[in-house]
T-cell receptor, first 112, second 115 residues
C-alpha cells in the first residue's frame, strides 16, 4: 500500500520565480494538508484541501495557493519566490472525520 | 493562538539511558496532544497521542501523559537504543475532529544515542 508520494524530492529555483509541488495521497485518503518546515524548525501549517476546496488555512500570504484534483491529489503553488521560502514542504493525507495523518518525505525547495 | 514549546536540543545520550524530552503547550480549548518522530530523509511518523487530560499515550517503549494542570506532555523512555536517534516533535490539534484539524508543532528536539 503506497503511502504519500511527493514530487519532486529536491528543487532549486531563483528568487521571483514560481514553483509547483505535487502530492499523491495515501490510497483511500481524501484530505490533503501542506506544511512548511524551515531548517531547524517544526512544520507550519499552510492549508488543507478536501473535496477540491480549501478547508483551512494557516498564516501564509496569498503567494501560496493550492489545488486538489478529483483523484484527491494536490498541488502547492508558490509565486514570486523569496529566499525565505527555502524549506522542506511536507504533504500529509488523511480521511476526513477520522484520525490518522500520513506524511510524505517532503520536497526540499531551495531559493537562490 | 496555540503554541508548543519543547526542550531544545540536541540531546545526546548513551545507549540504555533514560530519556525525557519536555513539552508544554498553550491552547484556548482542550487540545489533543501528539509526539511525532522524523528519521533522516523520511516524513513525520506518529509516535503516540493522547486526547484528554490524564490520558497516557505509549508506543515502542515511549510514553507521555497529558497533564492539564501543568499543560505538559513530556516524552519518556526507560532505556533508549541507537535506533531511537531521530528528531522528535511535540504537537497539538484543537477541535473535536482531531484527525483533520491542523497540527501546531514545536521546534523539534534532535536526539542522538551513542553506543
Amino acid at each position: 500500500d503506497a503511502g504519500v508520494t511527493q514530487s519532486p524530492t529536491h528543487l532549486i529555483k531563483t528568487r521571483g520565480q514560481q514553483v509547483t509541488l505535487r502530492c499523491s495521497p495515501k490510497s483511500g485518503h481524501d484530505t490533503v494538508s501542506w506544511y512548511q518546515q524551515a531548517l531547524g524548525q517544526g512544520p507550519q501549517f499552510i492549508f488543507q484541501y478536501y473535496e477540491e476546496e480549501e478547508r483551512q488555512r494557516g498564516n501564509f500570504p496569498d503567494r501560496f495557493s493550492g489545488h486538489q484534483f478529483p483523484n484527491y491529489s494536490s498541488e502547492l503553488n508558490v509565486n514570486a519566490l523569496l529566499l525565505g521560502d527555502s524549506a522542506l514542504y511536507l504533504c500529509a493525507s488523511s480521511l476526513i472525520e477520522r484520525y490518522g495523518y500520513t506524511f510524505g518525505s517532503g520536497t526540499r525547495l531551495t531559493v537562490v | 493562538g496555540d503554541s508548543v514549546t519543547q526542550m531544545e536540543g540536541p540531546v545526546t545520550l548513551s545507549e540504555e539511558a533514560f530519556l525525557t524530552i519536555n513539552c508544554t503547550y498553550t491552547a484556548t480549548g482542550y487540545p489533543s496532544l501528539f509526539w511525532y518522530v522524523q528519521y533522516p530523509g523520511e516524513g513525520l511518523q506518529l509516535l503516540l497521542k493522547a486526547t484528554k487530560a490524564d490520558d497516557k499515550g505509549s508506543n515502542k517503549g515511549f510514553e507521555a501523559t497529558y497533564r492539564k494542570e501543568t499543560t505538559s506532555f513530556h516524552l519518556e523512555k526507560g532505556s533508549v537504543q541507537v535506533s531511537d536517534s531521530a528528531v522528535y516533535f511535540c504537537a497539538l490539534s484543537e477541535g473535536s475532529n482531531f484527525g483533520n484539524e491542523k497540527l501546531t508543532f514545536g521546534t523539534g528536539t534532535r536526539l542522538t544515542i551513542i553506543p
